[in-house]
């Protein structure tokens, strides 16, 4: 086991990755980021310590994954080479790799996701569809014949998808997840307060307001007039009605999935409802607002940013899972 390495559950998210390791759970999440020298383009950091050395330095941020696939090979290949050898402490791991791969995939995607995992040292990879990954680790039954519909919430895309039976019935993707809300942040920042919001400005006051329901939130840019450096204090509430417009896309996205469904599931999914999952499920008042936007029940998973490593564990913990869910 030390010369191959332990079975491990990755999952690539575009904001964080996290690592499942057989028998231990969670082991690494760190975000999805690589650093390089601005001048040289020497990669100098990834992770965590890409963004810790991001301030003060002449680097360049670059998130090298989209929608849980690689946007840069190369990028992507040494950050997930990087964690690896970090989880397991050893230059050469060579693990066993259960991935998650979008729902609605093209042949193209899904040799580049599993090019990435070999390349990065894995010695082999199993693929799981990322809303039966999602909806494992929510603790969804799903393998018994009724609708479930899981919404997945994430940096740059949100995943809407329909099972039974094990299978995904139907699905679609709205570009723009919690990625939306920080851009809509900034944008009400600038057309309220002449102030020009970097995306780490804006996505930590997204976060405060998160964290904080009532009061203020501090916001720091520089003025577009003068260019000068100042912060403006936003309620709280008027941070999260940013998200607003977002928040209807992803209703009519899931109006759109659910039209694709047979009646009796339909039928399951108006007493069922929805589950969300992914960092975006956190944000306060979403699930209130899918609620009347949908007129079905929506809950939050018990660890929704965790729940597609969670479910992707499941099956490192169980391998022949994934021939049972094939099957179906």
């Known amino acids: 086991m030390s010369l191959l390495g332990r079975d ?3 999952d690539l998210g575009a904001a964080g990755t996290r690592i499942y390791a057989k028998g231990r759970g969670i082991v690494l999440d760190e975000p999805s980021v690589v650093l390089r020298d601005r001048q040289t383009g020497r990669v100098v950091g990834f992770g965590a310590e890409a963004l810790d050395g991001s301030d003060g330095t002449d680097g360049e941020t670059y998130w090298p994954i989209s929608d849980g696939l690689p946007q840069d090979g190369e990028l992507a290949r040494r950050m997930i080479r990087h964690f690896l050898r970090k989880v397991h402490r050893h230059p050469f791991p060579r693990p066993r790799l259960v991935m998650a791969v979008p729902d609605e995939f093209t042949p193209i995607e899904r040799v580049a996701l599993r090019d990435a995992g070999f390349e990065a040292e ?4 199993l693929l ?3 809303a039966i990954a999602a909806a494992l ?3 969804l039954p799903v393998r018994d014949g009724a609708g479930h519909m899981v919404v997945d919430i994430g940096r740059d895309a949100t995943r809407v998808a329909v099972l039974s039976c094990g299978a995904v ?7 723009g997840g919690g990625n939306a809300v920080t851009r809509a942040v900034a944008r009400l920042v600038e057309d309220e307060h002449g102030l020009l919001a970097d995306e780490r400005e804006a996505e930590s006051a997204k976060l405060r307001a998160t964290r904080e329901p009532t ?8 003025d577009a007039d003068t260019g000068e450096e100042r912060a403006v204090a936003l309620p709280a509430a008027r941070v999260r009605e940013a998200a607003v417009q ?3 896309h992803i209703v009519r996205a899931a109006e759109h999935t659910m039209e694709r469904c047979p009646p009796e599931l339909t039928a399951d999914l108006g007493e069922r409802g929805m589950v969300l999952v992914g960092g975006g499920a956190l944000l306060p008042g979403l699930r209130r607002r899918l609620q009347e936007g949908l007129s079905m029940p929506v809950r939050r998973a018990e660890r929704p940013s965790d729940s597609v490593a969670l479910g992707l564990g499941r099956c490192v913990e169980d391998l022949g899972l994934i021939a049972k869910l094939r099957r179906r």
């Open 8 to 10: 491990l559950a990755i």
């Open 122 to 125: 894995a010695r082999g990879i």
């Open 128 to 130: 799981v569809k990322h």
């Open 137 to 139: 680790g929510a603790g």
């Open 169 to 175: 019935v139907a699905a679609g993707t709205v570009r």
């Open 215 to 222: 009061g203020n939130v501090l916001i720091r840019g520089r």
């Open 246 to 248: 977002p928040v209807e």
